[in-house]
């Protein structure tokens, strides 16, 4: 379950927000009581921001704003940026659903399979190669960039187009860190990283004591 409260569609005041439980939902449902989405999402990202519904408008208005006619940079490069976001953070939502995106734009299987190895691969060409590279920048890199990655990007991209892909590739490195943090859609998982228990009869003082026997 996610850590927030979800929003009943009872408790929504807002058009907008009754607006998109309609679009994903179904006229009508309810989608605490009823959850699913046509994707195959549990849908609990938008009942969770309907908790503030000034956030909620801002975060679908940035969905509009990589798909808006003005964008200028090839939706397929775009999207390796967000997809490649959400394997970088871990997030198996963002990474899923942004592989259905490359999916729907013709991009073919070996190459959505390639991403988590991209830096390997030779399916890949040297735009999208170049993209990744800095995809991997923004997200593990924190932002650290080479001027090699930007000589890279701009062999085949203007300002504009860099910024476009440096501010979408970031958003979604955000959506792709917050639904991690608040167990949202697939990333309602446990952590894996546990400790493994130790064999019966093991003393974690002989452990710390041990030395390797001397010859």
Known sequence: MPVLRQVPRAEVGSDLIHRYYDLLFGPGRDPVAEPGTATGTPGDWW????????????????????RHPDRKIDPVLRELGQTRAGWAHGSQFVFSQHCKSL????VPEEKIGAIPAWAVSDVFDARERAVLAYADCLTTGSGRTPPEVFEALRAFWGDEEILEFTYITALYGMHAIMTRALRLEFDDRDD???????????????????RPASR
């Open 47 to 66: 009942t969770v921001f309907a908790l503030a519904p000034d956030i909620f408008r801002h975060a679908v208005e940035g969905f509009g704003v990589y």
């Open 103 to 106: 999916r729907g734009l013709g």
């Open 192 to 210: 894996p990283i546990t400790e493994v228990a130790a064999p019966e009869g093991f003393s974690a003082a002989d452990f710390l004591s041990a």
